[in-house]
């Protein structure tokens, strides 16, 4: 076990980096997927579960852990970790993303954001030290600056602004952060979809030394294409040898096509969500239980894995499930996602071991084109 934060790269394969994470509380194996866990939980998981399918580090919300239970009530309580019974690594965002597309009546300026609950309209302030402040009651391991994300499209001007202000609350996170071994805040290249913009962000930051990087300002509805731009832009920038995370990223493909680009670290509701709506993933692509094909077919989502929401359960149960409303629903949906998502970065990481990784990137996107057979 270490006390401090380190990264270390295995292997490269083109662009995409193989490494670990190695932290106090445990190894982060990369690329690696982190789950979302919003409020404390990885919806419809137990955290015993989430573990056993190779998760690493799950995602906690600031947003929402803030208003309910409380920053402070969760340190009285011992921090998320113990509260949650997680004891591996958690990442928290900032909050500042989710204040901007949950919460009411909110204002943003210079010293930070003012916002009202979405869930019981009091009125509270987030500013780069109160983000960092909070994300320290939690107890979270690696900790977000707080940064201003714009909407795709906005004007030159617009993203400009943001990404500037982001560089100011980069420094006051970090100052807030100071040194904390075991521990990491990472900084935010924001610069919307402006090549000059994104280089000018990611300079400064890698100036200011980070533990890491996110790549923020991505997957806010923009094409695909336009996000793979970006990275191709961002990641030679960024330190070679400091982490680089994709914030809010994303399906399988986006994932790959990332990797391939030089992120090392995802998080996405994506599997979960989808899950409790019905819309399983697997190596054949999507399959969306709520369609009646399902209702007779009597094979399992897939025979081959070893997951038993995969593997024990037939499409007309799972199908029957959702019809009805059952609970159980959610949990095998939900439960099948992440064991894939898991399962498709152990194979990502292990074709880059074997420097084998464009073949597994084309195999794999075959495998979805293939379709559900
Ligand atoms: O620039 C960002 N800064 C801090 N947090 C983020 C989270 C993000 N999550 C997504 N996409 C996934 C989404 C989840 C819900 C709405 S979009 N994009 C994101 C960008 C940022």
């Known amino acids: 076990m270490t006390e401090k934060f380190t990264f270390t790269l295995h292997a490269t394969d083109g662009m995409a980096r193989r490494g670990t994470v190695s932290m106090p509380r445990g190894d982060i194996r990369t690329p690696a997927f982190m789950p979302v866990g919003t409020a404390g939980t990885v919806k419809a998981m137990y955290p015993g579960q989430v573990r056993e399918l190779g998760s690493d580090i799950i995602l906690g919300n600031t947003y929402h852990l803030m208003l309910r239970p409380g920053a402070e009530r969760v340190a009285k309580l011992g921090g998320l ?3 949650a019974n997680w004891p591996h690594p958690i990442l928290t965002d900032s909050g500042g993303f989710q204040v901007m597309s949950l919460a009411q009546l909110r204002k943003l300026d210079e010293n930070g954001v003012t916002f009202q609950s979405h869930i019981d309209g009091r009125r509270y302030e987030l500013t780069p030290e109160r983000s960092i402040e909070i994300q ?23 993203i400009e602004r943001a990404m500037r202000l982001s560089l100011r609350w980069a420094e006051r996170s970090k100052a807030a952060f100071g ?16 090549p000059r913009l994104r280089i000018a962000s990611a300079e400064a930051l890698r100036d200011m030394d980070f533990k890491g990087y996110s790549i923020g300002g991505l997957a806010v509805g923009e094409p695909q294409h336009v996000m793979l731009e970006i990275l191709s832009i961002t990641t030679p920038v960024l330190p070679a040898e400091k982490p680089r995370y994709l914030m809010g990223v994303g399906t399988p493909d986006d994932i790959l096509e990332s990797v391939a680009r030089g992120v090392d670290m995802f998080d996405c509701v994506m599997p979960t969500r989808a899950g409790r709506h019905g819309l399983a993933f697997t190596r054949f692509g999507k399959v969306n239980l709520k369609n009646a094909r399902h209702a007779e077919d009597h094979r399992p989502l897939d025979e081959a894995s070893d997951c038993p929401a995969s593997r024990d359960y037939s499409r007309a149960y799972l199908h029957h499930l959702f019809k009805a409303n059952e609970t159980l629903a959610a949990m095998l949906l939900t439960w099948n996602n992440l064991a894939y998502y898991q399962q498709l970065m152990a194979g990502i990481r292990g074709a880059i071991d074997e420097r084998r990784f464009e073949d597994f990137r084309l195999a794999t996107k075959a495998g979805w084109a293939r379709g559900d057979i």
């Open 81 to 83: 970790h113990v509260f």
């Open 179 to 194: 040194e904390q071994p075991g521990k990491a805040v990472f900084g935010i290249v924001q610069g919307g979809d402006v």
């Open 136 to 158: 320290g009651l939690l107890d979270s391991d690696i900790q977000m600056q707080l940064d201003e994300c714009v909407a795709l499209p906005s004007s030159e001007a617009e």
